[in-house]
Protein backbone atom coordinates (compact mmCIF):
# COMPACT_ATOMS: atom_id res chain seq x y z
CA UNK A 1 0.00 0.00 0.00
CA UNK A 2 1.35 3.41 -0.66
CA UNK A 3 1.67 5.87 1.89
CA UNK A 4 -0.26 9.14 1.25
CA UNK A 5 2.92 11.32 0.25
CA UNK A 6 3.78 8.76 -2.35
CA UNK A 7 0.42 8.23 -3.90
CA UNK A 8 0.20 12.07 -4.01
CA UNK A 9 3.57 11.84 -6.18
CA UNK A 10 2.03 9.05 -8.39
CA UNK A 11 -1.09 10.97 -9.29
CA UNK A 12 0.91 14.57 -10.03
CA UNK A 13 2.85 12.18 -12.46
CA UNK A 14 0.17 10.73 -13.95
CA UNK A 15 -1.28 14.19 -14.86
CA UNK A 16 2.30 14.74 -16.65
CA UNK A 17 1.03 11.78 -18.79
CA UNK A 18 -1.89 13.78 -19.87
CA UNK A 19 -0.57 16.96 -20.15
CA UNK A 20 2.19 14.71 -22.56
CA UNK A 21 -0.95 12.91 -24.46
CA UNK A 22 -2.38 16.77 -25.14
CA UNK A 23 0.58 18.42 -26.11
CA UNK A 24 1.05 15.13 -28.51
CA UNK A 25 -2.40 15.67 -30.06
CA UNK A 26 -1.75 19.02 -30.42
CA UNK A 27 1.48 18.44 -32.45
CA UNK A 28 0.55 16.32 -34.12
CA UNK A 29 -3.00 17.99 -35.07
CA UNK A 30 -1.11 20.61 -35.57
CA UNK A 31 -3.85 22.54 -33.59
CA UNK A 32 -1.01 25.73 -32.89
CA UNK A 33 -2.73 28.64 -31.55
CA UNK A 34 -0.03 30.32 -29.63
CA UNK A 35 2.92 32.99 -30.28
CA UNK A 36 5.76 30.78 -30.13
CA UNK A 37 8.36 34.09 -31.02
CA UNK A 38 6.93 35.95 -28.31
CA UNK A 39 9.08 36.59 -25.10
CA UNK A 40 6.81 35.36 -22.65
CA UNK A 41 8.05 31.76 -24.70
CA UNK A 42 11.43 32.18 -24.98
CA UNK A 43 10.89 33.30 -20.43
CA UNK A 44 9.24 30.13 -20.13
CA UNK A 45 12.23 28.30 -22.23
CA UNK A 46 14.74 29.72 -20.20
CA UNK A 47 13.19 29.20 -16.56
CA UNK A 48 12.58 25.33 -17.46
CA UNK A 49 16.23 24.51 -18.24
CA UNK A 50 17.44 26.59 -15.62
CA UNK A 51 14.91 24.89 -13.27
CA UNK A 52 16.12 21.57 -14.38
CA UNK A 53 20.05 22.40 -14.31
CA UNK A 54 19.27 23.39 -10.87
CA UNK A 55 17.24 20.04 -9.88
CA UNK A 56 20.66 18.36 -11.46
CA UNK A 57 22.92 20.56 -9.48
CA UNK A 58 21.40 20.70 -6.46
CA UNK A 59 18.74 17.21 -6.03
CA UNK A 60 16.00 17.60 -3.88
CA UNK A 61 16.69 15.51 -0.32
CA UNK A 62 13.32 13.88 -0.12
CA UNK A 63 13.44 12.12 -3.60
CA UNK A 64 15.99 9.31 -4.78
CA UNK A 65 18.61 10.23 -7.15
CA UNK A 66 17.07 8.46 -10.16
CA UNK A 67 13.73 10.63 -9.25
CA UNK A 68 15.90 13.84 -9.31
CA UNK A 69 17.81 12.81 -12.87
CA UNK A 70 14.46 11.99 -14.63
CA UNK A 71 13.02 15.19 -12.98
CA UNK A 72 15.90 17.18 -14.00
CA UNK A 73 16.63 15.99 -17.36
CA UNK A 74 13.04 16.42 -18.37
CA UNK A 75 13.14 20.01 -17.66
CA UNK A 76 16.25 20.57 -19.58
CA UNK A 77 15.08 18.70 -22.49
CA UNK A 78 11.67 20.69 -22.47
CA UNK A 79 13.04 23.93 -22.24
CA UNK A 80 15.46 22.96 -25.15
CA UNK A 81 13.21 22.05 -27.34
CA UNK A 82 10.90 25.04 -26.58
CA UNK A 83 13.98 27.35 -27.69
CA UNK A 84 14.32 25.32 -30.66
CA UNK A 85 10.47 25.57 -31.28
CA UNK A 86 10.92 29.46 -31.23
CA UNK A 87 13.30 29.66 -34.29
CA UNK A 88 12.06 26.94 -36.84
CA UNK A 89 10.24 27.45 -39.21
CA UNK A 90 6.72 26.32 -39.01
CA UNK A 91 6.17 22.96 -40.41
CA UNK A 92 8.25 21.59 -38.12
CA UNK A 93 7.27 23.00 -34.87
CA UNK A 94 3.94 20.42 -35.24
CA UNK A 95 7.05 17.38 -34.90
CA UNK A 96 8.66 19.45 -32.22
CA UNK A 97 5.74 20.13 -30.59
CA UNK A 98 4.90 16.74 -30.12
CA UNK A 99 8.53 15.58 -29.38
CA UNK A 100 8.25 17.83 -26.12
CA UNK A 101 5.08 15.79 -25.66
CA UNK A 102 6.78 12.28 -25.49
CA UNK A 103 9.04 13.91 -23.27
CA UNK A 104 6.43 14.48 -20.77
CA UNK A 105 4.70 11.66 -21.09
CA UNK A 106 8.30 10.01 -20.67
CA UNK A 107 8.73 11.80 -17.64
CA UNK A 108 5.67 11.02 -16.12
CA UNK A 109 5.64 6.98 -16.54
CA UNK A 110 9.37 7.09 -15.34
CA UNK A 111 8.76 9.24 -12.42
CA UNK A 112 4.84 7.35 -11.63
CA UNK A 113 7.16 3.53 -11.90
CA UNK A 114 10.19 4.94 -9.76
CA UNK A 115 7.69 6.18 -7.24
CA UNK A 116 6.22 3.29 -6.94
CA UNK A 117 9.21 0.96 -6.96
CA UNK A 118 10.70 3.31 -4.30
CA UNK A 119 11.92 1.35 -0.58
CA UNK A 120 9.15 2.57 1.39
CA UNK A 121 10.84 4.26 4.97
CA UNK A 122 10.81 1.75 7.83
CA UNK A 123 8.12 3.44 10.38
Known amino acids: ?8 RVIVELLFVLLGGLVVWLGVTG ?36 ENWVRGVSLVLLGLLMVVISRVAFPHVGPLLAAAGVVLVLRGVLGAVLVIRANAPVV
Open 1 to 8: MLSTDRFL
Open 31 to 66: HIFFSRRSLGWLGVSVILILWGARGLYKPSRLLTRR
